[in-house]
């Protein structure tokens, strides 16, 4: 910066103002500044002055998955939102490991974020202290971690899952299985409880053989659904707790020589861009994704900013059952 101040004939101060933005200079002035600094070829030591004013203007983002599209989605929300506030976002994937979550919290911390945005994978034992001692802002998103009380952003997975289900119940379908997410997070949880809820509702018993853990992953899916096709008396609909685990429920149908919705219908939470021209095309459960990741970054800039809510905030949005072509009324006679 004195190099920038000499050759410009101006003192150190205005340099730090023009590349700073601190202090409006004449354009002549500034002009001048920004010709000896391409010159030069000075750059802002940021982690210099990250040290010196005790903020990075980072955020630290750790998602379970960012080759499923629902996460890629969030992830650009929430980026969009955080650059114009003039943040940079330094994100992880944990591959829907709960150990390499908690690493990934600690390195992000490590970097000294300025704040977190996170969407728990599970094993909330470990993760609940690491979140309750972190010292910065945080949101949650998509998942909420139990007993921890923090600012989120979340979907009614409940309700979504049971209108899903409900659906395939109006249409005569009783045999319902369903492919679920891991038990150690909120969202597998939820839908579950959404697909009890709505066989509840219709008056027909919740078998437990009907339900498979595909662990929100497309191998596993694709074994619970052979799993699930192999009963002598299979299910005539199935509903699938993700985008990922659909394309091995679909994968699995095929493989064992049926077809979709001829032979089964099939339905899933998540939509995503290419559910239109899957064939068939994918009856889903379309979550506001933009709207959870845009919702995060403005409740994290808050805190940020110094919010005074002393409460943690919950913004539960609502899903949208969008229905296409993969599902038909259920012309066989259901065994209960």
Not at 118 to 139: H, N, R, T, W, Y
Request: proline share 4%; charged share 20%; net charge negative.
């Amino acid at each position: 910066m004195l190099d920038v101040a000499e050759a410009a004939r101006v003192s150190v101060a205005t340099v730090s103002a023009v590349v700073n933005g601190t202090v409006s200079v004449s354009p002549q002035l500034r002009e001048r500044i920004e010709a000896a600094i391409q010159a030069i070829g000075y750059k802002r030591n940021t982690i210099a002055r990250s040290l010196k004013l005790g903020k990075t203007r980072t955020i630290g983002l750790t998602v379970a998955d960012i080759t499923n599209p629902f996460f890629t989605d969030v992830v650009s929300a929430i980026q969009g939102v955080l650059h114009e506030a003039g943040y940079a976002v330094m994100l992880c994937s944990n591959d829907e490991d709960a150990a390499a979550q908690l690493e990934h919290v600690s390195l992000l911390l490590d970097r000294m974020v300025d704040g977190l945005i996170v969407a728990p994978a599970g094993d909330e034992v470990k993760l609940k202290p690491v979140l309750q001692s972190a010292g910065v802002p945080i949101v949650l998103i998509d998942r909420v971690c139990d007993g921890v009380d923090l600012d989120a952003v979340i979907l009614d997975n409940r309700r979504a899952a049971c209108d899903a289900v409900t659906y395939l119940l109006d249409l005569a379908h009783r045999r319902i299985g369903y492919v679920s997410g891991p038990l150690d997070t909120s969202t597998g949880r939820e839908r579950l409880q959404g697909y009890r809820d709505a066989l509840e509702a219709a008056g027909v018993p919740y078998r437990q053989e009907l339900v498979r853990f595909g662990n929100f992953r497309e191998a596993d899916a694709y074994q619970a659904t052979m799993e699930l096709l192999a009963f002598p008396e299979r299910p005539t609909a199935l509903f699938a707790a993700n985008n990922l685990m659909v394309i091995g429920v679909m994968k699995a149908i095929r493989d064992f020589g049926l077809s979709c919705p001829d032979d089964i219908s099939v339905a899933c939470f998540d939509d995503f861009p290419w559910a239109d021209v899957f064939q068939p095309q994918l009856t889903t459960v379309a979550q506001p994704v933009r709207a959870i990741g845009e919702n995060a970054a403005k409740l994290l800039l808050e805190r940020l900013g110094g919010s005074e809510a002393h409460f943690p905030r919950h913004l539960s949005l609502q899903g949208r059952l969008v229905i296409r072509n993969s599902c038909r009324p259920c012309l066989v006679h259901n065994v209960l």
